[in-house]
């Protein structure tokens, strides 16, 4: 790995934003989320379990919630603080003082009800009093999406509660989970010292970090992770901020909030302690991980219409280096939003002919006249593969259209590449279709063309998906990248669901692994924490690494 990634996993983190939901094993789903925390340097979990979707629970519920972290705290004192779950009204202050007694360090608060609803001041009150900080769930969902979160808080209602409880240490949850992450940063931007935001979400858009740091300082930025532990590590390394502004968010500032109730956490590397009681451990160690020389399988070049998103061949390459990337299959950004796709691919086509290390990948739209000549000049042009995008291009992946032309595809002995998603659909632009392509449609055509190559770019959840449940799908000819899925950790109320692709790992299905980013809408260096933590044998990490890009885009 580079000296960059195994210098951050060293490095010991705070993560603020963690769950151990009520389940019958929520033992092991502890034992789980150090385990990983170990993997990652994290040295210890802010745990919470709120009750889900707005339900308005009975105070017996609450209390059970929040039994079960004090169970984790006490199977972890070292490593697991308790985070007490409330819903305010008349019985939440007795609740967070039994809480806070038994040795929780704060609050969480859920979309019950918004974080500046005058039902939620006696709890800020308290927090005030007590010296402990307040986590909300929070972001700011395209309609279509808030509507399942209806009283859902974002930056407006955090600033707001902010002016009336500037002393309050209140932070926003997760600024890559919830939507405009860049329109939640803007709205706190004037709030005092106390008004915080954490790192933590699946998504991992590019420059996120470093946004918030321009905008809020990094004193405002806490580590955290909520499910999505390497992406959000990956995020943090990558940002363009200085070493001390990534120490304040690996550390300090959870450090500065600890400090308001005379705690000082402990800063012992992870390695180097006592294993915490029913700890598992990941072999092998990430720390002797070392990935060759990469092909990245999922890279762009132009503009995004919707977002400051670019690349040119030079911003790509400087970042490929950075990361010790040797080659990427780059497609065109412009191709996929245009209706005459082959203007796109031509200019695409110009921008890599003198550049060995950049590797053309062609898009087709279906729908267009004379499609099949845009396909063969591509080919003729040095198209290794064909990027397809019905999502945004009008057509169904397994309709007629585009059956013809993966026939075509396969034909011509070229793999197909599949975009699960360009964008996190929650924060879609108004003119922005803003869907996935279902993995189901995806497995059906995996089946229909057996003999064709696939590369699902940007996906999750793979593990619970049909590639992976299908029998008839399972062995097929068929990549996911590692820009999107987790490994060992995602959000969970059942050990079955605890993993994603390291579930298929353990199945022996790492053969299905490929290294991609999706540069420059996604942080590039998740990918690379998720490759070096992956668990799996020096000659699996090669094959991952560039054995079956080469492959698949016939450079052997």
């Known amino acids: ?102 040795g929780m360090t704060g609050i969480k608060l859920y979309n019950q009800y918004r974080i500046n609803d005058p039902i939620v001041r006696p709890i800020i009150e308290l927090a005030i009093e007590r010296s402990i900080p307040i986590l909300e769930h929070a972001g700011a969902p395209n309609p279509e999406h808030k509507g399942n979160q209806p009283l859902i808080s974002h930056g407006i209602h955090f600033a707001d509660v902010n002016e009336r409880y500037p002393d309050a240490m209140i932070y926003h949850a997760h600024m890559g989970g919830g939507g405009d992450w860049e329109f939640t940063i803007r709205a706190i931007r004037d709030g005092s010292p106390n008004l915080y935001i954490d790192v933590s979400g699946s998504n991992l858009d590019h420059d996120q970090v470093g946004f918030a740091v321009d905008e809020l300082g990094a004193e405002r930025i806490l580590f955290g992770t909520d499910g999505t532990m390497a992406g959000s590590l990956g995020k943090v390394i990558e940002a363009d901020i200085t070493p001390e502004q990534r120490q304040l968010i690996w550390w300090d500032n959870a450090a500065r909030i600890l400090s308001a109730q005379g705690i000082t956490p402990d800063a012992t590397d992870v390695r180097n302690r006592v294993p915490s009681r029913g700890a598992v451990s990941f072999s092998p160690d990430p720390a002797n991980s070392a990935p060759p020389p990469l092909i990245d399988l999922n890279t762009w070049l132009g503009s995004f219409p919707f977002r400051s998103v670019s690349a040119t061949p030079d911003s790509l390459l400087q970042n490929m280096d950075r990361f010790g990337i040797q080659k990427a299959a780059v497609s065109s950004i412009e191709a996929a939003y245009h209706r005459n796709v082959q203007q796109a691919n031509e200019q695409l086509f110009r921008q890599v002919e003198n550049q060995d290390r950049l590797i053309p990948l062609a898009t087709i739209s279906p729908r267009y006249p004379k499609w099949e000549q845009d396909l063969d000049r591509s080919m003729a042009a040095g198209a290794r593969g064909i990027r397809i995008a019905p999502q945004l291009q009008d057509y169904r992946l397994n309709g007629p259209v585009c059956r013809d032309l993966i026939q075509a595809i396969s034909e011509a002995g ?56 299908r029998d008839d799908v399972r062995d097929g000819q068929w990549y996911v990248d590692l820009s999107l899925a987790e490994v060992h950790y995602g959000l969970h109320w059942g050990m079955e669901n605890a993993k994603d692709l390291a579930n298929i790992v353990d199945a022996g299905g790492a053969h299905h692994f490929v290294f991609g980013t999706h540069q420059p809408f996604s942080y590039a260096a998740p990918a690379l924490v998720k490759l070096v933590t992956l668990g799996v044998s020096p000659e699996e990490i090669a094959q991952i690494g560039h054995q079956s890009a080469s492959q698949i885009l016939g450079l052997d």
């Open 414 to 469: 070229l793999p197909v590449f599949i975009p699960h998603r360009i964008e996190d659909s929650r924060q879609r632009h108004w003119m922005d279709p803003g869907t996935v392509v279902d993995l189901g449609a995806i497995a059906d055509v995996i089946a229909d063309f057996p003999d064709t190559t696939f590369v699902i770019n940007n996906a999750r959840t793979i593990s619970r998906s049909p590639l992976w449940t």
């Open 1 to 102: 790995m580079t000296d960059e990634i195994k210098q951050a996993l060293a490095t010991p983190k705070i993560d603020v934003h963690c769950h151990v939901f009520r389940s019958d094993n929520w033992a092991e789903s502890s034992d789980h989320l150090i385990a990983c925390s170990d993997m990652l340097g994290i040295t210890e979990c802010w745990c919470s379990s709120p009750i889900l979707g707005g339900k308005m629970e009975s105070i017996e519920a609450v209390r059970a919630e929040n039994d079960a972290v004090l169970a984790a705290t006490a199977r972890h004192p070292a490593r697991i603080r308790g985070l007490c779950f409330l819903i305010p009204g008349p019985d939440a202050i007795t609740e967070a003082e039994r809480c806070l007694n038994a």
